[in-house]
């Protein structure tokens, strides 16, 4: 069966790092493209990235580029984000996604657990 297991959450000061890993399985990693999404206390579910099958293509919300770099490696079926200059308004439930079609529909079929961020002085 699909899983998604995220991992390296935690809490950081303003202007801290983090990077997040999700440990995919029962699927053929490699075939799809993958997303983090996140959702900040009371808040709605907010698109975060998407990273194509090979890593070549990558995408991001406004809120966070330049600051927030995702990549993967297929060998290892691990996707990852790496969380730069982080703000107290990157406070949130992050989550490893997967594209329910496999190919930048940006439609999701299977979600991980979460892995919380918080982001405080």
């Known amino acids: 069966q699909v899983q998604l297991v995220e991992s390296g959450g935690g809490l950081v000061q303003p202007g801290g790092s983090l990077r997040l890993s999700c440990a995919a399985s029962g699927f053929t990693f490699s075939n799809y493209w993958m997303y983090w999404v996140r959702q900040a206390p009371g808040k709605g579910l907010e698109w975060v990235s998407a990273?194509?099958?090979?890593?070549?293509?990558?995408y991001y919300a406004g809120s966070v580029k330049g600051r927030f770099t995702s990549s993967r490696d297929n060998a290892k079926n691990t996707l990852y984000l790496q969380m730069n200059s982080l703000k107290p308004e990157d406070t949130a439930l992050y989550y490893c996604?997967?594209?329910?079609?496999?190919?930048?529909?940006?439609?999701?079929?299977?979600w991980g657990q979460g892995t919380q961020v918080t982001v405080s002085s």
């Open positions: 990273i194509s099958t090979g890593g070549g293509n990558t």
């Open positions: 996604v997967r594209d329910r079609g496999g190919d930048y529909s940006n439609t999701f079929d299977f």
